[in-house]
């Protein structure tokens, strides 16, 4: 843990990293970490998806709580010796030779300061637990007993920290050559600090951040909660109510919440640490309203704004897409990197005093990633990628652009018997969240996302990610793909190219600064007929399905309407609208029929595989086909 230990990582950080079997730090983590804690800097950071950017911000912010932390032991223990000398002076009266100006004896710093984290959480535990919400642990399960009570961290407070805490957070209590006075007591209360601040562009990922920070947390008594819409806003306002020292939030409904006046939210402009993930996503032109709002209403507090430490981190923060042609032409100049950056620093608020940790790779990806492409017609498609399915069992996360395409995919790929999963922005969002759960849970599992998934999900070991449809940017395709190959697995990315892909395939190529295609994926054609005609079966009984399930609907429709107006379903001329049952009753028929055909012809082996070739990868390796289904 020694590389950790250079980096100016607390105690109990390195405590919980040791668990997690983290035993060195990764290079964005070894080069930002120090400039964070060390030097108060503010932090831009750019590397490769899955390089552990998570943990470059997350140790920072809880070095600070665990500063705050120890300003507060501090200030409970001067408060303790200035009660015992309050009660010596009364007892001695000799109250007018001391240089200690009480103003309040009555002031309890047990009730206002001690242990009033530990005592609430335990009153409302039966309120976190109770709902059936997914979200159900976001505040309590990050609090631990603090087994650090002592405050001895590697980094003890300074006066700056003093001096803020005394201001912006306790409101109540003022320090002044280290003696504590208490001059509006009747204020004070047990609220407390919102010490960090994470923005994530999507909800998923806002849980999954949650669930890496309290790993981190693991020895610090810290409340975490998650902020995020699709989800219950009154028990969000419930955990609010608690006062969790850091909030990981999607702008949307923090801004929904902050709105309504939230009283521990309105402390945002005060915020020790804003940490922007995503960054390049969140900023981008008419994504989140609300984050520019946001911006604008933390700007107010010109003080605390300095003070304020802030953290953007991306895979992307640098890669320029290039828009439609025709809109390039007409701007003077094309944007350059520098200006993205320059642009995405003025809109976040970055102070001057930064540190801009730039690890962006010369080809954009992960390193141990494999890209490749299969060019095909549009309506091949689906059957390359069944093919896909068929022959490279594992882990496979397929992405498309449109939830019209998902919708029908999955469709046909429940039909193929594939198991397929989806993940959009139209679903539920608890239905999202347990589809991440079983694709996480299952080796062999399939899951059809738009790109609501591309950016930051950290799943374990995805093998292989499909561009079902070329992504329409340079970022999408490498948030995409670096679902896979995280960390120092390897991963495989294949591209599905049509006619109508091949102007943004060859943008992201040119963007990538590529001097190659990507290879072409071998495919094993002599497997081709078998897999054609058991798609056909399945696209016919899709088909069918739809067509039955129509009428089964429109005739449920048509029973609840007769039934509210009290008409006779029997009525002759009702009949004749919703069609014969004896039809019915056949087409579900036939549909049985199929699906017994296509099971059948599910269970014909396909002859192993004969292909033992080899292609090359921009790594300059050599993967051979068999290796690639395994990885
Ligand atoms: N120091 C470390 N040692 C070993 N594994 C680590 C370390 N830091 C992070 N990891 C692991 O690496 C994986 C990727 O980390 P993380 O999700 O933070 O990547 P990222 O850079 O944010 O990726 P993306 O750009 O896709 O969001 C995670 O599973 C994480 O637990």
Redesign the pocket.
């Known amino acids: 843990m020694e590389a950790w230990k250079n980096l100016f990582v607390p105690n109990p950080v390195l405590w919980a990293l040791k668990d997690e079997g983290?035993m060195?730090?990764?290079t964005i983590?070894a080069l930002s970490i120090p400039h964070a804690i060390r030097d108060r800097l503010d932090i831009v950071g750019a590397?490769e998806?899955?390089?552990?950017?998570?943990?470059a911000f997350c140790v920072p912010i809880l070095h600070h709580v665990l500063n705050v932390q120890t300003v507060q032991d501090a200030l409970i223990e001067q408060t303790h010796s200035l009660q015992d000398t309050q009660k010596y002076i009364s007892q001695n009266e000799t109250d007018s030779d001391s240089n200690i100006d009480i103003l309040q004896p009555e002031f309890n710093p047990e009730e206002d300061w001690g242990d009033s984290d530990n005592s609430d959480e335990e009153n409302n535990s039966d309120e976190i637990d109770d709902s059936d919400d997914v979200d159900n642990d976001d505040v309590d399960s990050g609090v631990d007993n603090g087994s650090d009570e002592d405050g001895d961290y590697d980094n003890p407070p300074t006066e700056e920290d003093i001096e803020e805490l005394g201001e912006n957070e306790v409101g109540c209590v003022r320090v002044v050559h280290n003696i504590v006075l208490d001059p509006t007591p009747q204020t004070v209360n047990t609220d407390k600090p919102l010490i960090g601040l994470i923005l994530e562009p999507t909800r998923e990922l806002a849980i999954q951040v949650k669930n890496h920070l309290l790993k981190a947390a693991k020895y610090i008594n810290v409340k975490i909660a998650t902020v995020v819409g699709g989800m219950a806003p009154q028990k969000q306002r419930r955990i609010l109510s608690q006062c969790p020292e850091i909030i990981i939030a999607t702008p949307g409904r923090l801004w929904e919440l902050l709105q309504e006046g939230d009283q521990h939210l309105i402390k945002i402009p005060s915020v020790k640490v804003l940490v922007v993930d995503e960054a390049d996503r969140m900023v981008e032109k008419g994504h989140f309203e609300e984050l520019t709002k946001l911006f604008e209403f933390m700007k107010d507090n010109h003080e605390a704004r300095l003070k304020r430490q802030t953290l953007v981190f991306s895979?992307t923060l640098t890669m320029i897409h290039k828009g439609p042609s025709r809109k390039m032409k007409k701007k003077k100049k094309a944007l350059i990197p520098d200006d993205k950056l320059d642009l995405l620093m003025y809109q976040i608020g970055i102070k001057d005093k930064k540190k801009i940790v730039d690890l962006t790779t010369k080809t954009g990806t992960a390193e141990n990633l494999t890209e490749a492409r299969i060019n095909c017609p549009k309506d091949e498609k689906d059957l390359y990628l069944y093919y896909f399915r068929r022959q490279y069992p594992g882990r496979t996360l397929v992405f498309a652009n449109s939830k019209d395409c998902l919708r029908r995919l999955v469709s046909i790929f429940t039909e193929l018997g594939c198991k397929p999963l989806s993940l959009h922005a139209d679903m539920h969002q608890k239905q999202r969240l347990k589809n991440l759960e079983k694709f996480s849970a299952s080796n062999d599992g399939f899951l059809l996302a738009s790109d609501v998934a591309a950016?930051?999900l950290?799943i374990p070991n995805v093998q292989h990610v499909i561009h079902y449809q070329v992504p329409r940017t340079i970022e999408n395709y490498v948030?995409r793909s670096?679902r896979t190959a995280?960390?120092t697995k390897e991963g495989l990315s294949v591209m599905l190219i049509s006619q109508d892909d091949v102007r943004n395939y060859r943008k992201i190529i040119s963007t990538l600064n590529r001097d190659e295609e990507l290879p072409v994926f071998p495919v094993e054609y002599q497997y081709i007929p078998t897999l054609k005609s058991q798609l056909r079966l399945a696209l016919e009984i899709d088909k069918l399905h739809h067509r039955f399930m129509k009428v089964k609907r429109q005739n449920d429709w048509f029973s609840k309407a007769a039934e509210e107006m009290e008409i006779d379903i029997k009525d002759e001329k009702l009949l004749v609208d919703i069609g014969d049952n004896e039809e019915q009753r056949q087409h579900a028929k036939k549909l049985v029929n199929m699906r017994a055909d296509l099971l059948q012809a599910l269970k014909q082996p396909l002859a192993p595989r004969t292909f033992s070739g080899k292609y090359p990868t921009k790594m300059g390796k050599l993967v051979t086909l068999h290796d690639a289904g395994k990885y």
């Open positions: 983290f060195s730090p990764t983590q590397a998806t899955g390089s552990g950017k998570t943990l895979a950016r930051g950290d948030h670096g995280r960390a």
